[in-house]
């Protein structure tokens, strides 16, 4: 069973930057579909993006297009998660999830996988 460690959270100011990193044991990582999901105080969780195994056709939510990417490096069992250009709203606990599933990739019920998250705050 593979598991994920999320590390690389933090606090930063409006505008600052953040890469995420989800560590995976086991050895089919390479062949999952990833997400980034977040998950603010009294909000739904929400999916970030999610990357397909091959780490082509990216799916990135409205909301952070153009400000976050996210990359995979299957040889180092790792998923990245890039923020930039962060802003208030960005502040959430960050999720990374496994899912051997190629479809309905931003529902939080897709995926099997999770790790335990981590926190991203950004100040105004």
């Known amino acids: 069973q593979v598991q994920l460690v999320e590390s690389g959270g933090g606090l930063v100011q409006a505008g600052g930057s953040l890469r995420l990193s989800c560590a995976a044991s086991?050895?089919?990582?390479?062949?999952?579909?990833m997400g980034w999901f977040r998950q603010a105080p009294g909000k739904e969780r929400e999916c970030v993006g999610a990357?397909?195994?091959?780490?082509?056709?990216?799916h990135y939510a409205d909301s952070v297009k153009g400000r976050f990417t996210i990359s995979r490096d299957n040889a180092k069992n790792t998923l990245y998660l890039q923020m930039a250009g962060l802003k208030p709203d960005d502040t959430a606990v960050y999720y990374c999830?496994?899912?051997?599933?190629?479809?309905?990739?931003?529902?939080?019920?897709?995926?099997?996988?999770w790790g335990q998250g981590t926190q991203v705050t950004v100040s105004s």
């Open positions: 990357v397909p195994w091959s780490g082509d056709n990216i």
């Open positions: 086991g050895r089919t990582f390479s062949s999952l579909t």
């Open positions: 999830a496994g899912t051997r599933l190629v479809l309905g990739l931003t529902r939080v019920t897709s995926y099997e996988i």
